[in-house]
């Protein structure tokens, strides 16, 4: 008996996630298969780096939280998904609403600056500065579910003002 004991168990990583590069240390051209796994690894921006325990292999794992089979990051990159509220997730993964447009679970200045972007008038479509962001401002600010952003919405904005129920 060696005295080492194994933990059989795997950790799952959510959002899923695509693996965008296999990373081949020694150039064996044996690249697919980790075998079992090893290390664990993330870089700056959330990329998973996965290590074989019988490989010399790596595979990078980028999240896709859309589960489309396009790394997140590219799919804003290439516009495959927008990102109206600069938090480096596809807008569809996000659940903007209440006020709170960059969906950190509270309504506050940054919000407001988004808000006076979508802003138009009564019964007029919102015009935010960058057109394909439309949807985002009405899920984010149409308070009363018009279909405008207007100051009606914008006084519920201000007492909106604070954590997101
Ligand atoms: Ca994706
Ligand atoms: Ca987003
Ligand atoms: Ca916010
Ligand atoms: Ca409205």
Same mark, same amino acid.
């Given at each position: 008996?060696?005295?080492?004991? &194994?933990?059989? %168990? #795997? =950790? $799952? /990583?959510?959002?899923?996630?695509?693996?965008?590069? @296999?990373? !081949?240390? *020694?150039?064996?051209?044996?690249?697919?298969?980790?075998?079992?796994?090893?290390?664990?690894?993330?870089?700056?921006?959330?990329?998973?780096?996965?290590?074989?325990? &019988?490989?010399? %292999? #790596? =595979? $990078? /794992?980028?999240?896709?939280?859309?589960?489309?089979? @396009?790394? !997140?990051? *590219?799919?804003?990159?290439?516009?495959?998904?927008?990102?109206?509220?600069?938090?480096?997730?596809?807008?569809?993964?996000?659940?903007?609403?209440?006020?709170?447009?960059?969906?950190?679970?509270?309504?506050?200045?940054?919000?407001?600056?988004?808000?006076?972007?979508?802003?138009?008038?009564?019964?007029?479509?919102?015009?935010?500065?960058?057109?394909?962001?439309?949807?985002?401002?009405?899920?984010?600010?149409?308070?009363?579910?018009?279909?405008?952003?207007?100051?009606?919405?914008?006084?519920?904005?201000?007492?909106?003002?604070?954590?997101?129920?």
């Amino acid at each position: 008996m060696s005295g080492r004991t &194994r933990a059989g %168990n #795997a =950790f $799952k /990583i959510s959002p899923a996630g695509v693996v965008t590069e @296999i990373i !081949d240390a *020694t150039a064996d051209g044996a690249r697919a298969d980790l075998g079992v796994p090893g290390g664990i690894a993330a870089d700056a921006v959330g990329s998973v780096y996965l290590t074989g325990g &019988r490989s010399n %292999n #790596a =595979f $990078k /794992i980028e999240f896709d939280c859309n589960g489309n089979g @396009i790394p !997140d990051p *590219t799919d804003i990159s290439k516009g495959t998904n927008k990102d109206c509220n600069a938090n480096l997730a596809p807008d569809v993964c996000d659940a903007i609403g209440d006020g709170d447009f960059d969906v950190d679970g509270v309504v506050d200045l940054d919000d407001h600056a988004a808000l006076t972007d979508c802003m138009a008038g009564p019964g007029q479509p919102s015009r935010p500065s960058s057109p394909e962001c439309i949807s985002a401002c009405l899920a984010a600010f149409d308070f009363n579910g018009d279909n405008d952003v207007d100051l009606v919405d914008f006084a519920r904005s201000q007492t909106a003002f604070g954590l997101v129920p």
